[in-house]
């Protein structure tokens, strides 16, 4: 049973627009214990497919990729409503909305697609019970962390990054939402030996988009034609969705995202932390690095 432990008080801003819980050492936007316990209890169904990632590794993009799949690479179908409408994110409730979007998810109908940043320890047990599909999506650390950085530099509903180089220690330690990314890489990894989970990389995607949407439609067991699976990589392309107001989070009230401090689609690129990183931190993350992953199996690209 996970330990809730105390609200957390030292990411806070004056700002900050969600609740921050500490579950089992995580932080996590939760808006009270009472939801945590519902979250915990959420009732998974088996056609649910299940959307996992650490903050910042391509989210929105698999989310995209996975609507255009489902509505068979109809781009008007998928520009119906904002990212954010269109399918729940399990642990938040967003201060734009009536209501928490797991309680959303509840009314839904089947099939489901859910969005979780939980690391795999806390997901609620009905999602193994049920043998729910999972897709994970990784992203390399060091881009993680600018992204996520930009990230809290523009969504007031986040606690004020400071500078780079605070935001820079608290990702290695893992004092940010959702924890450490070395647990949540290392978690989801072990995980797949047991369950229905189809790992990606960001990096793959990148580089690849035809040859990784091919392996997320065998994991659906679903086929397409290859005109259509033209169309979602030009779709889900960096440079489309950036452009497209119902995936780029521009729809999204200013005063929860604020899109003239950083953009949400910002670079779309790996390697953006060479712009960011000095000599000495690269160096210093890379120890670190070797030291928290050590006897993984799990390799990542910085740069492609
Ligand atoms: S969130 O808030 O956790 O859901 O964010 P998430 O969607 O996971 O990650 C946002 C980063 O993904 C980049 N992105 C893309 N990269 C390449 N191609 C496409 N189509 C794409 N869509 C989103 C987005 O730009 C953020 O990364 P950075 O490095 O900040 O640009």
């Known amino acids: 049973m996970a330990k809730v432990e105390k609200n957390f008080s030292t990411m806070e801003r004056s700002s900050t627009l969600f609740n921050i819980l500490e579950v089992d050492g995580i932080p996590l936007p939760v808006l009270s214990k009472e939801m945590w316990n519902k979250i915990s209890n959420f009732q998974a169904r088996p056609d649910d497919l299940f959307l996992v990632t650490y903050p910042k590794s391509g989210t929105t993009w698999m989310q995209e990729i996975l609507d255009m799949i489902k509505n068979d690479g109809d781009v008007e179908k998928c520009k119906r409503v904002n990212t954010l409408e269109r399918y729940p994110f399990l642990e938040v409730k967003f201060p734009h909305k009536e209501k928490p979007d797991l309680e959303i998810a509840l009314e839904m109908s089947s099939p489901r697609l859910i969005k979780t940043h939980l690391p795999s320890h806390l997901i609620p047990p009905s999602i193994w019970k049920e043998n729910c599909k999972i897709i994970y999506v990784a992203r390399n650390a060091k881009d ?157 690209c910085t740069e492609i």
């Open 144 to 300: 993680c962390l600018v992204s996520f950085y930009h990230f809290h530099r523009m969504a007031s509903l986040l606690p004020d990054p400071q500078n780079f180089e605070e935001f820079y220690e608290k990702f290695m330690s893992g004092k940010v939402l959702f924890g450490s990314w070395f647990d949540h890489v290392k978690g989801w990894w072990a995980a797949k030996d047991t369950h229905q989970i189809l790992y990606l990389f960001y990096e793959d995607i990148k580089k690849n988009p035809k040859h990784e949407i091919h392996k997320v439609l065998e994991f659906l067991e679903k086929t397409l034609s290859d005109d259509i699976i033209n169309r979602i990589v030009h779709h889900t392309s960096f440079d489309v969705m950036k452009y497209n107001p119902m995936a780029n989070q521009t729809a999204v009230p200013s005063y929860i995202l604020n899109h003239s401090i950083s953009k949400f689609m910002r670079k779309g690129m790996p390697g953006d932390w060479k712009n960011h990183f000095t000599v000495t931190m690269n160096e210093n993350f890379d120890k670190y690095y070797e030291k928290r992953m050590t006897g993984a199996t799990l390799t990542f």
